[in-house]
């Protein structure tokens, strides 16, 4: 199993961790994710509001220099870069007027022939529940989680066809195969606020606060997630809503390859478990998950 | 009289002759193959050893001919076309088919009242000339007859479905030329037939040596031993007229009309109204409604019928009627066969000694 | 695999599963192939398939009525039996169809200029516009193993010389038709090798009323040879035999397939595509393009 | 041949920029015509005259008449020369009136035109065919598929009529939805006491017999003479036998969810599904019979009175015939489970509202109590949503159901009425209050009843402890809303029964992109179908409230009674013409006929000497179109009146 | 029997011999309308009640419906010398007999763009939706098809020797 994999500006950056655990639990299931070399930005946020050309060109970019590499799906795990890259190559097979220009400005015929793929479809789809299941030497069983979706991995459905999309549940899949316990909450998809990220913070504290206090009420003890914005919303901010809304959170936001990663076995160090803000371990060890 | 001449001079006369009359000949269009046109310049003129796909034919018995007129008015009436005053010279006529237009005289234009067309007359010696003993003349037909000069040229390459021989047309043969050319090293050597061959040609070039003479009559001895094909052809074929192996050689006819349209002895016609003109067009026996009858009965109704009756025409009834075989071995309807049928094969393999 | 081919024929006949298998014997010239009707075992000696196989033979299915006949088909002759059978002209139960793998056939006419052997013959047009293929319907399938490397590769835009055309101005294109069209000489060879071409009573021979002049003129051979391809819309699956047949050398296939072309563009569809395909003219859709109407 | 050309000056009309004396000298120079003449007013009974004097005097056999356009007067000339003894359809008209004296100068170009106009008419009327009216027979009876409250006053009116109907239903019983409604808007009868004397008005005529239990199977043949098989399914209960007594479901050990209370209450195995049915006899539901299912009870048929149970009784088809359908089959209720927001129809406190009227009516499961299904609690807080699946592209149907802006209001009335304590929210898109008293109802509720309407959607749904929590936006405040609710009631819009296409399929009718049946015309032909003698009524057509199946049921029924009163079904014949000779049988004109007027048949070639299968049209059903003549490669299709002869003759003297 | 004597000139015909037909100054085109019965024809006859001018130059064939008009009909007129021909029906959705007009617009779909490739000027042949309560457009409709066709000139390719 052989994977173009694009990473993206996050991973390389803030969600180092998710990066980090994604390759970890690559390597552990023999899953070969070859990094395309010379990537650039995917396009996201700046470029999809600012010129549409320029947002497809430069996933479009991506594209071409992974089909250099190989004839390989891509894999990718930023919700964002999913979303964008899955775009791109919406227009380019469907759309001839965008083609001809996005091709001559790249100089190369491409027609969205490539495949991209988030992690998770290649967890569950190409590797297999069936398969991982025996691999799984330290299940997480008594960790009550709540997958958190967010909106881009799902949205718009035609577009990402990855999971349902009001009631999502291909992560809620994996957590139960690695042990763990998915709760059932209606925030799955409900909007961190992150696109007022910077701009309005006050937004993403009420938006992010509703999400956390959900997940509280239905007795989740930490939240997973697929989005490295997602994650820096949840954790990054909690001290902060916290204070805001007199609040005392204190849940963990794991990636779920993090805590796939924990169930395989690996070592926490390596999952990058130190660089959350909502330091997870002490959590971890109450439920006798880090022996 | 044998005469040569320059291919520079021949053109050349040729050129004059477009004066006077309208000049037919060969003329090669790329991609597509050699057809007769009206030449309008001789420049254009085909005469090398590549055989028209059309035959000759087709400037005497036309494809479609506009017979007479019937306007829309209360009165009925009728105008009759009358036959068009031109003259022309067909040049590159080969052997077979002026042959081919002789046979077709004996039906448009019968011999005992052609007088102006002396090499018209069907092969003397045969058991019997004419027996339907028809006077009718076409006036079109015979018009173009009339007002045609035939300059034949010699077949110096045939091909493998060529067999003129086995039907006694030679590659230099005369029948029904007013004047035959022969390509020899830098020219033509040129024959006049007739008078009004000789009252085009006849003051041109120079006569031929003996030697040279003897040269030509060894070359074209050799012409007919050039044939591969070579077919017996049976007096008589009524003694297979049930045979079912006209069921054998028609299956692959498509029943199309390349072999009767593209053939220099075939006449059968239509008689059409189309918007109050009266037409003769081109017919074939291999058309499927061929003898169709307005009952919806058709005395012919397979391929098998149809096919009988095209080789039982060319060699049997006609020979009854006027003596000679309706076939002069061109080879065109084997060429161009789609599906390739022989005719020379078929007769050649006729079971004859099947008794009925 | 001419061996495994006699072979399943003398079965089908020894089995008596069919009556007769139509396919292609070498003919008198030794070189290219000719149709041939088996009935008996021992003829099937003479059966053989190779790139000289030519000839569309479906045409001759509607000879035998009632009969069950077995016939040697490739790729393009299947889609004209799916065609046929779309449009009622035969039951399926009744035909044998013994599929052969094809990578091209050579152009017949190239025969004439001495050429020979496969290799330096050209493959014939309508095979550049083909991917090389197993047949969409078959009963039995005769793979070509040896052969499977030597096909044409595929033009890369089959309608490339088509638009070429269009592009011309209209002067241009009735020059170009009228010339081609003058030398029709209405010898209906074009219709009477077509399958599809299956009227008992063409329009062309009509009376009651005459469509259009039967004489070989500007008006009558244009009006026959537009008529010919528009009744052949959707249903023309381009085995070239029209063109082949000519006597005159009329490019009829530019013809066909500018309108395949045009209703691929306009009503997505194709010809021959599957047995319960609708006639293209016997339905609709409610968004068929109608910028050109005022 | 001797036509008669006859040439109306119409007044001036014709006459101030036509020389029509000229028009008619030139017509007497034109082929065949042996008469031509002109008058001042062609139609009029003197100008009549002059034609039907001028067939006696000069034999005429065929007529042009140049006046004025054949949508006016062709039927008076064809009934002019009729009386003179021509075949009617040896007419044809010039229409130098609308198409050349009125629209052009006066001058030689448009006498000329006139003229010519004229010689198109005597060319065309040249090639005319002396046709005849086609006459087929009707069988004098009416099938009402579906027995809804749209069948039942279809099959009573021509009930009424004295002519036969026959009703086929699928349900063990008639009565339809409107059985399980509670009250109707806006004026708050009861269902049950307006349905049921027409039940049982239909049930007691001699005219009508009830298929109930039963499917269509096959339909064939055409106006007049339909065949159609009926598949009664297998009751397990003899309904002669039967007196209804009750005794059986009483003794019945099975309790299953019924379907009549959408799953709220229960029913045995064998059952009545609701207490005024009709038949009033039970079905044995084979599913979930322990005698079926494992082969032991047999209890009801140990207690059965009359022996009227029957385990062994198989599916029976039988085959009637008929002159005209009416399809009365109705709609089912939009699957809201589409809506993920909406939880997937996996919340059990979520509901449509034929739950809520099942669950308002005073006989029905909860005794006219409104709870919350989860756990049996009376509900207070009530949310009601409308337009689900209406006028959503996405996810639903495009159309608007109608209906469901009333019932909703029906709902928010019976709510309060049923608990005072209670609160009704209703979440809008419009308000489409259009029919009488509709708008002052919906109005009542607001003000009276104290119902709260928001307008906008509701983004999503979300259980919290045994609440449901509604988020949705109001759009006139602006707002963003929660409503911690016990109820939400879902306002479904109305959609074509999941067999409908099979239905049109098997009755030749087209049916729309939402798989509702197409009329034949929108506004003039609302009842009608493009098939001939079959007809329309109820929401198998659209979407319709009471009043509109009611009223719909009586235009179809009309319009069956039509047919039903005439001896023959008299039809023009200027309809198509198969030449057998020429069809090779290949069906493109049965693809494309919309009438299905076409049919296949065997024929004995005498060309070919065999046997072979070309199409034949259906006199009856062919309505003169002429779209198979073009679908017909080989012209062996003709239409009648509009022949290809005519017409390339037309051509012909351009 | 009145019997009379014509010439007739070479039986291979070259366009360059055909007659040309009137000046293209004072051409008069002459144009075929095949118009359905229930909307196109009923729109030409609104016209006509409510006296709307258009040039003379048109001559209509009534059909029931426009799905009637079979191609050979066209090309037949344009074979002999017509100068141009217009197909008109109900608008898409009107057609009284339901799918008529859908069917014809497929059709001459094709035959339009066929008899362009061949070379035949596109303003020779048209097609057109005319409702019945479109007079007026009937009217314009009529008067733009002359002066485009007069542009296009005469049709001389075709029926010369009729």
């Known amino acids: 199993m052989k994977y173009a994999y694009y990473p993206g500006c996050s991973l390389h950056s803030t969600a180092k961790e998710y990066d980090l655990s994604t390759r970890e639990v690559a390597n552990a299931l023999g899953i070969e994710l070859i990094e395309i070399p010379d990537w650039v930005c995917c396009g996201a946020t700046p470029a999809h509001i600012s010129m549409h050309l320029l947002s497809l060109a430069l996933p479009v970019k991506n594209l071409l220099l992974a089909r250099r590499i190989g004839s390989y799906d891509i894999a990718t795990c930023c919700a964002a870069c999913f979303s964008r890259l899955k775009i791109a190559n919406k227009f380019m097979r469907d759309n001839p007027r965008h083609r001809a220009k996005v091709n001559k400005i790249l100089g190369e015929e491409y027609q969205g022939e490539i495949k991209v793929r988030h992690f998770i479809d290649i967890l569950i789809n190409d590797f297999g529940m069936k398969n991982l299941a025996p691999r799984i030497t330290k299940p997480l069983e008594g960790l009550k989680v709540a997958c958190y979706y967010g909106c881009l991995l799902t949205r718009p459905s035609d577009i990402t066809c990855l999971d349902d999309l009001e009631e999502p549940h291909l992560m809620d899949d994996l957590m139960r195969v690695i042990g763990a316990q998915p709760v059932n909450w209606p925030y799955k998809v409900e909007c961190c606020g992150a696109s007022f990220s910077l701009t309005k913070t006050e937004i993403v504290l009420k938006l992010s606060n509703d999400i956390l206090q959900m997940a509280c009420d239905q007795g989740a003890e930490a939240i997973v997630v697929a989005c490295p914005l997602c994650q820096s919303n949840l954790d990054l901010r909690q001290p902060k809503i916290n204070k805001k809304f007199k609040a005392n959170f204190k849940i963990p936001i794991f990636y779920f390859t993090q805590l796939i990663g924990l169930s395989l076995g690996i070592e926490p160090k390596k999952l990058g478990l130190k660089k959350h803000i909502v330091n997870p371990l002490p959590l971890l060890k109450e439920k006798g998950l880090l022996g | 009289m044998l005469k040569s001449i320059t291919k520079e001079d021949f053109f050349t006369r040729v050129g004059e002759l477009s004066n006077d009359f309208e000049i037919i000949g060969p003329m090669e269009l790329p991609l597509k193959g050699i057809f007769y046109q009206s030449i309008l310049n001789t420049e254009d003129l085909y005469l090398g050893d590549g055989f028209a796909i059309e035959p000759i034919k087709k400037f005497f018995l036309e494809p479609s001919t506009r017979l007479l007129r019937y306007p829309w008015k209360n009165e009925p009436g009728v105008e009759s076309f009358s036959p068009p005053e031109r003259e022309r010279i067909a040049i590159g006529v080969r052997p077979c088919e002026a042959k081919g237009l002789v046979l077709l005289d004996s039906v448009f234009d019968p011999p005992a009242s052609s007088d102006l067309i002396p090499n018209s007359a069907p092969g003397a010696g045969k058991k019997s000339s004419n027996r339907a003993g028809s006077t009718y003349q076409d006036a079109f037909y015979t018009n173009n007859r009339k007002r045609t000069i035939i300059v034949g040229l010699a077949c110096g390459r045939p091909d493998r479905c060529c067999f003129c021989t086995s039907l006694g047309v030679s590659p230099a043969g005369t029948t029904g030329m007013d004047v035959l050319l022969f390509e020899i090293e830098g020219g033509f050597a040129i024959e006049i037939i007739t008078d009004r061959g000789k009252g085009i040609f006849g003051a041109l070039g120079k006569e031929l040596s003996e030697e040279e003479k003897k040269l030509l009559t060894s070359v074209n001895n050799k012409r007919e031993d050039l044939l591969e094909k070579k077919i017996r052809v049976p007096e008589s074929m009524d003694t297979i007229f049930t045979s079912d192996y006209w069921d054998k050689v028609s299956r692959s006819c498509i029943s199309c009309g390349i072999c009767t349209y593209l053939c220099p002895t075939c006449h059968c016609f239509d008689l059409i109204d189309e918007r109050r003109i009266k037409l003769r067009c081109y017919d074939g026996c291999s058309f499927p409604h061929f003898t169709l009858h307005a009952s919806g009965e058709n005395p012919r109704p397979t391929k098998k019928e149809r096919y009988r009756q095209r080789v039982f025409h060319k060699f049997d009834y006609f020979k009854i009627n006027f003596g000679e075989n309706l076939c002069v071995g061109c080879g065109r309807c084997i060429r161009f066969c789609p599906v390739k049928i022989d005719i020379g094969d078929i007769v050649d393999k006729a079971p004859l000694s099947k008794k009925r | 695999m001419n061996v495994e081919l006699r072979k399943k024929a003398k079965e089908l006949l020894k089995t008596k599963q069919v009556e007769m298998i139509i396919g292609y014997q070498r003919g008198p010239d030794g070189i290219s192939a000719t149709p041939v009707f088996i009935t008996r075992e021992e003829e099937a000696e003479n059966l053989i398939w190779d790139v000289y196989c030519v000839y569309n033979l479906s045409n001759y299915l509607k000879d035998f009525p009632g009969k069950k006949i077995g016939i040697i088909a490739k790729e393009c002759d299947v889609r004209s039996i799916i065609v046929l059978l779309q449009e009622n002209q035969l039951k399926r139960d009744d035909i044998f169809i013994i599929g052969v793998e094809c990578s091209g056939v050579i152009a017949e006419h190239t025969l004439a200029s001495g050429k020979e052997s496969p290799g330096e013959l050209d493959f014939d047009e309508k095979c550049k516009a083909c991917r090389p293929s197993t047949p969409r319907l078959y009963d039995y399938l005769v793979s070509q193993k040896d052969q499977k490397d030597k096909g044409v590769l595929p033009e890369e835009n089959p309608y490339q010389d088509i638009r070429k055309f269009e592009a011309k101005s209209i002067e241009e294109r009735f020059k170009f038709w009228q010339e081609e069209f003058s030398r029709c000489i209405r010898c209906y060879a074009c219709r009477q090798i077509c399958p599809m071409c299956y009227c008992p009573r063409c329009v062309a021979d009509q009376t009651m009323p005459t469509w259009f002049s039967r004489a070989p003129d500007l008006e009558g051979n244009l009006a026959w040879n537009v008529i010919r391809a528009f009744h052949l819309a959707g249903r023309c699956i381009d085995c070239g035999e029209c063109e082949r047949a000519c006597p005159v050398g009329i490019p009829l296939r530019e013809v066909n397939k500018k309108i395949e072309k045009d209703i691929k563009e306009l009503f997505d569809y194709e010809a021959g595509a599957g047995v319960d395909q609708k006639p293209l003219l016997s339905c609709f859709d409610q968004n068929d393009p109608e910028d050109f109407i005022r | 041949m001797k036509i008669g050309v006859f040439t109306c000056h119409c007044g001036t009309n014709i006459a101030a920029t036509v020389d029509v004396e000229k028009v008619a000298q030139a017509a007497a120079e034109f082929p065949g015509v042996t008469f031509s003449t002109a008058y001042n007013y062609m139609c009029s009974d003197p100008g009549q005259n002059i034609v039907k004097k001028a067939i006696k005097e000069h034999a005429l056999d065929r007529v042009v008449i140049a006046s004025c356009s054949p949508s006016l007067h062709e039927k008076t000339f064809r009934k002019c020369v009729e009386d003179a003894g021509i075949n009617p359809y040896l007419v044809e008209m010039a229409n130098i009136r609308e198409h050349c004296s009125w629209v052009h100068p006066e001058g030689e170009q448009t006498t000329a035109k006139a003229i010519e106009l004229v010689r198109i008419a005597v060319a065309k009327v040249s090639r005319d065919r002396p046709l005849e009216m086609t006459y087929t027979p009707i069988e004098k009876k009416v099938l009402i598929i579906g027995g809804g409250i749209a069948g039942i006053q279809s099959a009573i009116d021509i009930a009424f009529a004295n002519y036969p109907a026959v009703i086929v239903e699928r349900e063990p019983s008639i009565g339809g939805r409107m059985a399980s409604f509670d009250k109707t808007f806006p004026t708050l009868d009861c269902a049950a006491c307006i349905l049921t004397p027409k039940m049982v008005t239909v049930s007691q005529s001699e005219h009508v017999t009830i298929h109930t239990y039963s499917e269509i199977e096959e339909v064939t043949g055409y106006v007049g003479n339909f065949t159609v098989k009926i598949r009664k399914k297998p009751r397990s209960v003899d309904i002669n036998k039967c007196t209804g007594c009750g005794v059986c479901y009483g003794k019945c050990p099975v309790r299953v969810p019924s379907e009549f209370d959408q799953g709220l209450g229960k029913r045995p195995a064998i059952y009545i599904p609701f207490p005024q049915a009709v038949p009033n006899v039970p079905v044995i539901d084979r599913e979930s019979c322990l005698w079926f299912t494992e082969q032991k009870c047999g209890i009801c048929q140990k207690v059965c009175p009359f022996g009227a149970i029957d385990y062994d009784m198989e599916d029976e088809i039988i085959e009637e015939k008929f002159g005209a359908i009416i399809v009365a089959t109705g709609f089912q209720q939009f699957d809201y489970s589409v809506y993920g927001e909406y939880g997937y129809g996996k919340f059990k406190n979520v509901i449509t509202g034929l739950h809520f009227e099942r669950m308002v009516n005073s006989s029905g499961p909860t005794g006219g109590k409104i709870i919350k299904p989860s756990d049996g609690k009376e509900a207070r807080e009530v949310v009601f949503i409308q337009c689900i699946g209406s006028r959503d592209e996405q996810k639903g149907v495009p159309y608007c159901s109608r209906l469901c802006c009333m019932y909703t209001a029906k709902h928010a009335l019976l709510l309060r009425e049923h608990n005072p304590d209670a609160q009704a929210y209703v979440f809008y898109i419009d308000i489409r209050a259009a029919g009488k008293n509709y708008e002052e109802f919906v109005k009542k509720v607001q003000d009276e009843y104290g119902a709260i309407y928001l307008r906008g959607r509701v983004s999503r749904i979300f259980e919290k402890g045994d609440k449901l929590i509604v988020r949705g936006a109001d759009t006139l405040s602006g707002a963003q809303i929660e409503i911690e609710a016990d109820l939400v009631v879902m306002a479904t819009g109305l959609v074509a029964m999941p067999d409908a296409v099979s239905l049109a399929q098997m009755l030749h009718i087209p049916y729309d992109q939402n798989n509702l049946f197409t009329e034949a015309h929108p506004k003039l032909a609302p009842v009608e179908t493009i098939t001939s003698g079959i007809f329309l009524t109820g929401a198998c057509q659209a979407p319709k409230d009471i009043p509109d199946a009611v009223a719909t049921a009586s235009a179809a029924s009309v319009k069956a009674l039509g047919l039903m009163v005439q001896d023959k079904l008299a039809r023009e014949p200027l309809i198509a013409r198969v030449i057998p000779e020429l069809c090779s049988g290949c069906r493109a004109c049965i693809e494309a006929c919309p009438f299905s007027a076409i049919e296949t048949e065997e024929i004995e070639d005498l060309r070919l000497r065999r046997k072979r299968t070309v199409v034949k049209v259906i006199e009856g059903v062919c309505t003169g179109c002429g779209i198979c003549t073009t679908a017909c490669r080989m012209s062996a299709i003709d239409l009648e009146g509009f022949s290809n002869r005519q017409i390339m003759e037309e051509l012909a003297v351009l | ?162």
């Open chain 5, 1 to 162: 029997m009145n019997k009379s004597q014509i010439p007739d000139h070479s039986p291979q015909k070259n366009s360059g011999d055909r007659n040309l037909k009137a000046p293209i100054k004072d051409f008069e085109p002459k144009i075929v309308g095949f118009l359905c019965n229930w909307c196109s024809y009923a729109g030409a006859d609104l016209a006509g009640t409510s006296r709307i001018k258009y040039p003379p130059n048109i001559r209509v064939i009534r059909v029931p419906c426009s799905g009637r008009v079979n191609p050979l009909f066209v090309l037949n007129c344009l074979m002999n010398g017509v100068d141009g021909v217009l197909v008109s029906g109900c608008h898409i959705g009107d057609c009284h007999y339901s799918e008529g007009n859908f069917y014809a617009r497929r059709r001459f779909a094709i035959l339009k763009r066929l008899l362009e490739y061949i070379g035949i000027d596109p303003r020779r042949f048209q097609m057109a939706w005319v409702s019945a309560a479109e007079g007026e457009r009937w009217a314009k409709l009529v008067g733009e098809l002359v002066e485009e066709i007069k542009e296009a000139g005469p049709n001389e390719h075709f029926g010369g020797n009729r």
